[in-house]
């Protein structure tokens, strides 16, 4: 496949006004200015637009697409935990598969209008655990994308569903390959007893790594603290579950001593601003943590899933804490969003992503922009971050080298169907809640 007469942005130190890119079998093989030499191949053209690689959501809840104008009774949560119970808690318990498949449809569809090309998703469905891994990471790669879930293991829905979503963890690890990947997926300290941990230890005898919400509110450490005599992390660690390429999630409430555990660890850390400011948690230290060499993330948390969004939050959230404008910038950005996050699912995928470079996964998106000022590698971050993803226009996407979205409309899901089938579900779900 060529793509041709487009501006790349290659986030290989390079800014191209005008060339091409080959892929062959997935795989990026040659990238160049001017046009290409032969067009023997499956052709794109696209004057006037510019192709960078496909962004990675490196946190987030699939199944919260069907929260949207849900109706909450009594919602009056006086803090976290409370919100938890009074409306997320609801919500999981009553979904059911078709729901679990539904909602990954919706979310792939949703990213990629956004220039996501990989969701690492955070699950749970109590009431659906058996399969539920399997049809999120099918419904996905249907759609085009590239996904990684975990279901979510809790002491909050009994010993029967802790020790369910153990198996669905394990089971659906063994269905592993270039599209899909698993974690282990735990809620938060909070909701984990020392005997829960134990088992989880015991059974991931392949040391596959976690995907954990820690210290997303203050009473995550303080339950730490206060029941086992140690933070969350100390306490993870000494569990043995630390293993390479695990994902702690928020790590707003964490201090100095766990982000050397995360690092000591080959852990990373998956900020998400959007929903700590919306849920009234606090603020994560980004840059805090990026200054002491921690690998830190970008996710959404499920809010919504404009990656975008998220990155004008990330900026201008810093500003508002620190009360400094020079707090943060959109290079501190592009290293969060254009290097850790590609170093994640690069190493979890085994794929060399991120880069529109020779050898890499051929994953981008086109985006029509016309920039009002001169674009070069240098200022492209600012472009980034005040113009392009002020209204992000994605015309086409590849994930694979493969078209999953042409002229903005899903190659490869009926969006209007699905559309429907959603609103559908969604009134039937929310009876139940």
Request: aromatic content about 10%.
């Amino acid at each position: 496949m060529i793509v041709k007469d487009v501006s790349i942005f290659t986030n290989d130190g390079s800014f191209i006004e005008k060339g091409y890119l080959k892929t062959n079998n997935g795989i990026i093989e040659e990238v160049s200015e001017g046009s290409p030499g032969s067009t023997e191949e499956k052709v794109y053209s696209f004057p006037n637009k510019i192709l960078m690689p496909g962004l990675v959501n490196a946190h987030t809840h699939i199944y919260s697409t069907f929260s949207r104008g849900m109706p909450l009774k009594g919602f009056s949560p006086n803090a976290f935990t409370e919100l938890l119970e009074q409306m997320w808690w609801k919500l999981d318990r009553a979904l059911t598969m078709k729901g679990n498949k539904l909602s990954a449809y919706l979310a792939s569809i949703e990213s990629m209008k956004t220039g996501v090309t990989t969701l690492i998703d955070h699950h749970s469905s109590p009431n659906a655990v058996k399969g539920s891994l399997d049809m999120i990471a099918s419904a996905v790669n249907e759609a085009g994308l590239r996904c990684s879930t975990a279901f979510e293991i809790s002491d909050r829905n009994g010993k029967k569903v802790r020790d369910q979503s153990i198996d669905e963890n394990l089971r659906f690890a063994e269905t592993k390959n270039k599209f899909r990947v698993p974690y282990i997926g735990l809620h938060a300290s909070f909701t984990l007893s020392d005997e829960t941990l134990e088992l989880v230890s015991e059974a991931n005898k392949n040391r596959i790594p976690i995907h954990v919400h820690v210290a997303e509110g203050p009473e995550d450490e303080e339950n730490s603290i206060s029941l086992y005599g140690k933070r969350i992390v100390q306490r993870f660690n000494d569990a043995g579950l630390l293993t390479e390429n695990s994902l702690l999630v928020h790590c707003i409430h964490t201090d100095e001593k766990e982000d050397e555990i995360i690092r000591n660890n080959g852990c990373f850390v998956v900020v998400n601003p959007q929903s700590n400011m919306n849920n009234g948690v606090g603020y994560p230290d980004w840059k805090g943590k990026l200054s002491r060499g921690t690998r830190v993330c970008l996710g959404n948390d499920g809010f919504g899933f404009n990656l975008f969004t998220e990155s004008r939050f990330l900026i201008l959230g810093m500003h508002n804490e620190k009360k400094d404008p020079k707090a943060a910038d959109p290079l501190d950005l592009q290293k969060t969003l254009f290097d850790y996050n590609y170093q994640l699912t690069s190493k979890i995928f085994g794929l060399k992503m991120g880069k529109i470079k020779k050898g890499y996964a051929a994953d981008f998106a086109i985006y029509d922009y016309k920039p009002p000022t001169v674009l070069n590698n240098e200022n492209f971050p600012g472009h980034l971050f005040f113009g392009v993803g002020d209204n992000p226009k994605v015309t086409d996407v590849f994930v694979h080298g493969r078209p999953i979205m042409i002229s903005g409309k899903s190659v490869l899901i009926d969006e209007e169907r699905l559309f429907k089938e959603c609103r559908e579900y969604s009134a039937e779900l929310w009876k139940h809640l």
